[in-house]
């Protein structure tokens, strides 16, 4: 079997974005219509995340010129839409924080963590972007500050899947009997998946 050539994985790439865009879009705006309906602090957090993540940070810091050279893009558009992101990003900590881990003070140190994690990338990357030479390939310039930003992105969804996989092993345990609403425990387990995956 021959291995995919970098134009299907690239393609492979840009569907899978495409695919995060619209999903986290679409239940993005649904938890905002409910958010308005309920008046649920956790429905506003999640929404909010996933809109400024998928409808607007993301799509922005893409519209930027990333991956063109450095004098292709514009900085300031990246910066801001990247940090854009990392708000919808904190969001989704603070919904994990609020949902499962609401009276622990290290749920709110993971928040905080990871909200200066991304902080950090986004700066190293932006200074590397602003001293470097018009025609030097934006991403490669970038990378250092890039790989720190993933870390706390990774680590956002990465606790957004362990938080929903033991909680639906404990969920699932307290159904046998009875004392656990079966629509419940599986929410547990599609946010373990949607994190795993996001991940």
């Known amino acids: 079997m021959r291995p995919l050539g970098v134009s299907t994985m690239q393609a492979l790439a840009g569907f899978c974005l495409l695919l995060f865009v619209v999903t986290v879009t679409v239940v993005g705006v649904r938890m905002l219509l409910l958010a308005r309906r309920t008046r649920g602090r956790h429905e506003l957090l999640m929404g909010a995340g996933m809109i400024l993540i998928g409808a607007i940070g993301f799509p922005g810091s893409t519209a930027s010129g990333l991956g063109r050279s450095v004098g292709e893009m514009s900085i ?3 910066f801001l839409f990247t940090s854009i992101t990392q708000v919808g990003l904190l969001l989704i900590y603070a919904f994990t924080w609020q949902v499962f881990r609401p ?3 290290w749920g ?3 928040v905080a963590a990871g909200a200066l994690v991304m902080f950090a990338g ?3 990357s932006a200074i590397a972007l602003a001293g470097a030479a018009p025609d030097a ?3 490669l310039v970038a990378r250092g500050g890039m790989f720190v930003g993933m870390a706390g992105y ?3 969804f990465l606790w957004s899947a362990i938080e929903g996989f033991v909680h639906h092993h404990g969920a699932k345990r307290r159904m046998a009997i009875g004392l ?3 629509v419940v425990v599986d929410r547990f387990l599609l946010w373990g998946y ?3 995956a996001a991940t």
């Open 154 to 156: 990774s680590g956002c």
């Open 108 to 110: 709110k140190a993971i």
């Open 122 to 124: 986004l700066v190293t």
């Open 137 to 139: 390939n934006s991403t």
């Open 103 to 105: 009276n622990e003070a």
């Open 194 to 196: 949607f994190g795993l």
């Open 76 to 78: 300031p558009l990246w």
């Open 180 to 182: 656990a609403d079966p």
